[in-house]
Every structure is written in structure tokens, then in C-alpha cells.
């Protein structure tokens, strides 16, 4: 039973999760043959215990002992890490809190077609679209990227929900190589939402603004032709990005600019971040590995969960009915 249900809550992560989880699971107890299978050896020597009809001498006293429960089994070990990486994953706030930024949660906007889904009960699909903070580099563990955190908190807020959340990040890229596959990782997927975040290795790579401009901008035009709602991130508040603070200003103010010519959301990560260091005096390295570009476990978790806040809100608002402008975006823009 503990195993189907684990199973079963992992159905609303991402491919990674989901391999992970199961293949924790998925070790088969040995058949009857083969635990009845003596060697050679044994079968030919007449002092073995098997010869002599004498029981085999244990190597571990424990095992023989009644007053001691009997050693787990491979399944039942593996059942213990994922229970245990949950439980270490609930409790990444326990010692500092995810806390929003000043203002409180505000709208990303109209997510009209996630919005609609779950009011139909419909399946929900959300792409999560970028490069290394994306796929999760820094991460302990895949339950610890942020499409993983996003997708167990839009599961717990919509139990009855079938939401999936798809992990489309790839280290090293910007836009020019995610325009590349936009058409197989996105479009073709036919996603509700993607979330994309984009702008951090154009800063590290000195890659011209106005290029990236038209290029993410043509991408939010294809995607949302395509029938999904969108929500640009752009990059980290880190040390490797914040040294070059005239760039990443720059890449800031173009993000959200394509946020208004398009109407679509974006969440300030940049803003955020900064704000947990000199609003919230948490140390950098809090928050940022050791390389100093990326977040680590409670990083991505706490985007994760302020982005949550944000989806949740902004659909909660289209299925009580408010009227929520196009063009209303989340924070402030630098």
C-alpha cells in the first residue's frame, strides 16, 4: 500500500522525479528458485550443514534474535530514502521561512487557459522552459528543482487536480539555442502554461540586448499562438550575474518590456532575490552555491514556492470572476 501511494504522488512530478521515484521502488524480491539455490560446493561436501541436516551458522546473531525486528528488505529501504527525502523536502523551511516580498503576492496577470482547465477538471500541463536553474543544477536532489517544488505545491493546493509540470531546462543555454527547440520542447507539448526563464547566460555571454529582445519576444509570440499562457523569469540575483550589474540591469527592463508588448506575465527573480539579501539579511551563500551563479536547495525552493503563490492567485482570481488585466504583471520593474 505505501509503496502504490508513493507511486501514485509521484505521478505529478516531472519525467525526472517520476524515474526516480520508481526506480527507488521498483526491486523485486529474488524468486523462490533462487533463494533455494545451493552451490556446487555445498551440495557436494558431506560436512555442510545442508549434508548434515545441521542449520547454518548465522553471521549475525541479530537475525536469530525474536526480540529483534528482522532486517528490512531492499524495497523496504529504498521506500525509507524517498520517504525521508520528502520529509527533508517539507522541511526546507523550517529553519528560515520563504517569506514574500514586500506587498505581499500581486498578479502575474491572466493565465486564462490554466484558469479554465482546472475549473473544467481538466488535465493541466505546465512546461517549465530554460537552462541550468531550470533543470536544477545546484540542486541536492531532482525533488529539489523548481518545477518539482511547483509541481507539489499546485498539487497539494488542487488535490483533485491532474497537473503536470515538465522539466524543458538545458544548462549552458539562452535564447538562441531554446528558439531552436521551442517547436519539439514546447509548442508540440501543447502546453496550458510555460514558464520560461531566459536572460541569465545572455548577461554571462555578452550577447546583444537587442537580439535577445527580438528573440524571446518572437518565442512568447509562437508559444502564445499556440494557445498557452506565459510567464517570463528572468535571471538570478548572484554574484556572477550581479558583477556585471549594468547588463543585468539592461536584461532586467528588456524582459519585462517584452512582458508589456506581449500582455504576459513575469516574475521579478532578480527583484526577489535581492531582496532576500538586503531586505531580509540572508548572507548570499544562503541562497547561491559555491560557484556563485547558481541556487541552492532552499533557493530554488523558495521561488519555487513565492511563484506558486503567485499562479494560485492569479487563477484564483479568473475562477471567482475578477476581471485580471492582460497587462498586470508581478513587483515592481527595476
Known amino acids: 500500500m505505501l509503496a502504490a501511494a508513493l507511486l501514485a504522488s509521484a505521478a505529478v512530478l516531472p519525467a525526472q522525479a517520476q524515474v526516480t521515484v520508481h526506480a527507488a521502488l521498483n526491486v523485486t524480491a529474488p524468486t523462490q528458485a533462487a533463494q533455494t539455490q545451493t552451490s556446487p560446493q555445498t551440495q557436494a561436501s558431506p560436512s555442510s550443514p545442508a549434508a548434515t541436516g545441521q542449520a547454518p551458522a548465522s553471521t549475525n546473531s541479530a537475525t536469530n534474535d525474536p526480540s529483534l525486528p528482522p532486517p528490512k528488505t531492499l524495497t523496504a529501504k529504498a521506500i525509507d530514502t524517498v520517504k525521508q527525502v520528502a520529509k527533508s523536502a517539507s522541511d526546507i523551511f523550517s ?3 520563504c517569506m514574500p516580498p514586500k506587498g505581499g503576492a500581486q498578479s502575474l496577470g491572466s493565465l486564462p487557459h490554466v484558469a479554465n482547465k482546472l475549473i473544467a477538471g481538466q488535465p493541466v500541463v505546465i512546461i517549465a522552459f530554460g537552462s541550468s536553474s531550470t533543470q536544477g543544477y545546484g540542486s541536492s536532489s531532482p525533488e ?8 507539489m505545491q499546485l498539487k497539494r493546493k488542487y488535490p483533485g ?7 524543458a531546462g538545458v544548462g549552458g543555454e539562452d ?3 531554446m528558439m531552436k527547440r521551442l517547436q519539439t520542447a514546447v509548442i508540440d507539448a501543447h502546453p496550458d502554461l510555460v514558464i520560461w526563464q531566459v536572460g ?3 548577461v554571462l555571454r ?10 524571446v519576444e518572437d518565442g512568447v509570440a509562437r508559444i502564445q499562438g499556440s494557445g498557452s499562457d506565459v510567464v517570463l523569469v528572468d535571471p538570478q540575483y548572484s554574484p556572477r550575474v550581479y558583477e556585471r550589474a549594468e547588463s543585468a540591469n539592461k536584461m532586467v527592463r528588456m524582459l519585462n518590456r517584452v512582458a508589456s508588448i506581449r500582455h504576459v506575465g513575469i516574475f521579478p527573480r532578480f527583484q526577489v532575490m535581492r531582496e532576500w539579501h538586503e531586505s531580509q539579511s540572508l548572507p548570499v551563500d ?3 552555491i559555491a560557484d556563485g551563479l547558481h541556487m541552492n536547495d532552499w533557493g530554488y525552493a523558495c521561488f519555487a514556492q ?3 503563490d503567485d499562479i494560485i492567485k492569479s487563477v484564483g482570481q479568473i475562477k471567482l470572476g475578477v476581471n485580471v488585466p492582460a497587462e498586470v504583471r508581478t513587483y515592481r520593474p527595476m
Open 206 to 215: 555578452n550577447l546583444d540586448p537587442a537580439e535577445t529582445q527580438k528573440l
Open 144 to 151: 529539489f528543482t523548481y518545477p518539482n517544488r511547483l509541481a
Open 286 to 288: 544562503s541562497f547561491v
Open 175 to 177: 535564447a538562441p539555442e
Open 161 to 167: 487536480a491532474n497537473i503536470t509540470v515538465v522539466n
Open 306 to 308: 513565492l511563484l506558486g
Open 200 to 202: 541569465t547566460n545572455a
Open 95 to 97: 529553519r528560515v521561512p
